[in-house]
C-alpha cells in the first residue's frame, strides 16, 4: 500500500523552488512505498492564511487516507493552525513540523501576526492518534531556534528533534524525517 506525504512549502518569492530540494530529499529517503504530494501553494509571496488552509483542505479532499503531513517553516505554522481548525475527517497518521515559526506570545509579532497565532487550547484540537513532531537545527538564520520550545510548550504531545546544523532548509536533507515517517507504527495506516 503506497504512504501519501503532503507536502506544504515555506513562504516569500521563490519558497517553492527553494522547498522542491526537501520535497525530493524526502521522496528519496522514503523510497517507493511513499508518494510526496508538494503543491504550488498560491500566493507564496504574502502566504495569506485563509487561502493556504482552504488549498490544504483541498489537497487533503483529493488524496488516499490515511495521510501524513510535513510543513517546512511558514508552511509549518499554516500546517498545525489549519490542520486544528478543519475539523479533518480523513486519518492523519502523522504531522512534521519543519523549521516553523511560532506566531505571538515569545515569537514573531510582526504586522498581522495574529493570523497565524495559535488559539488557546490546540493541541486537544488535533486529529486524535496524529503522532506529531517537530524539527529546527539550532543554526537556522531565518527562524531563532528558540521558537522549537515555543511549540513544545503548547504542543506537549509533540516529539522533539534538536537538530545542531542544516540552517533553515536542513541542508535539504530531510532523511531525519523520513525516519520518523517510516517509525509510526503499521497501525495508523490501518483503514
Given at each position: ?9 515555506g513562504a516569500g518569492e521563490g519558497a ?66 489549519g490542520v486544528g481548525e478543519m475539523g ?52 537556522d538564520e531565518i527562524v531563532p531556534f ?46
Amino acid at each position: 500500500m503506497t504512504k501519501h506525504v503532503l507536502f506544504i512549502q515555506g513562504a516569500g518569492e521563490g519558497a517553492y523552488e527553494d522547498d522542491k530540494a526537501l520535497a525530493a530529499s524526502l521522496q528519496d529517503a522514503l523510497g517507493p512505498e511513499y508518494e510526496i504530494h508538494y503543491p504550488a501553494m498560491l500566493n507564496e509571496e504574502d502566504a495569506p492564511y485563509e487561502l493556504w488552509k482552504q488549498q490544504i483542505e483541498t489537497e487533503l479532499g483529493a488524496m488516499p487516507e490515511p495521510v501524513m503531513l510535513v510543513g517546512h517553516s511558514v508552511g509549518a505554522s499554516v500546517v498545525i493552525k489549519g490542520v486544528g481548525e478543519m475539523g479533518i475527517e480523513k486519518p492523519i497518521a502523522g504531522i512534521f513540523l519543519i523549521a516553523g515559526p511560532f506566531w505571538g506570545g515569545d515569537g514573531w509579532r510582526y504586522e498581522g501576526y495574529e493570523e497565524l497565532e495559535l488559539p488557546e487550547g490546540i493541541s486537544a484540537r488535533l486529529p486524535k492518534g496524529a503522532s506529531i513532531f517537530l524539527y529546527h537545527c539550532r543554526d537556522d538564520e531565518i527562524v531563532p531556534f528558540e521558537h522549537l520550545a515555543l511549540y513544545a510548550q503548547i504542543l506537549p504531545q509533540a516529539r522533539v528533534r534538536e537538530l545542531d546544523e542544516g540552517g533553515h532548509q536542513l541542508d535539504n536533507d530531510l532523511s531525519v524525517v523520513a525516519e520518523d515517517i517510516k517509525r509510526l507504527p503499521s497501525a495508523q495506516f490501518a483503514k
